[in-house]
Nanobody
């Protein structure tokens, strides 16, 4: 059974930094792409970043490009989201997610429907 557990959220002032972690278990971490999503109050869940199974191809949403970085440590079965220069509009619950499979080396899934496993989420609040 795949389990994803996020950590690292919290309250930070605008301009500050946070690093989110997602510890994965239940299958071979290195064989699957991963993604980070976020959901603000009364808004739909949206993609923030995605990474291929080996960790050398990434996708970053335009809204966070240049400020957020996604990475994965396959040896530690952990996914990361480094968030710099945070803005109040980054306030949301952040979720890590994994697909059922990753057929292509180049896969960086970007849509909700491509993901089958989700963590419980971690709250990020950015004050102005």
């Amino acid at each position: 059974q795949v389990q994803l557990v996020e950590s690292g959220g919290g309250l930070v002032q605008a301009g500050g930094n946070l690093r989110l972690s997602c510890a994965a278990s239940g299958r071979t971490f290195s064989a699957y792409a991963m993604g980070w999503f976020r959901q603000a109050p009364e808004k739909e869940r949206e993609i923030v970043a995605a990474i291929n199974r080996s960790g050398d191809i990434t996708y970053i949403a335009n809204s966070v490009k240049g400020r957020f970085t996604i990475s994965k440590d396959n040896g530690k079965s952990t996914l990361y989201l480094q968030m710099n220069s945070l803005k109040p509009e980054d306030t949301a619950v952040y979720y890590c997610a994994a697909p059922f499979n990753s057929e292509s080396y180049y896969d960086t899934p970007k849509s909700l429907k491509e993901y089958d496993y989700w963590g419980q989420g971690t709250q990020v609040t950015v004050s102005s």
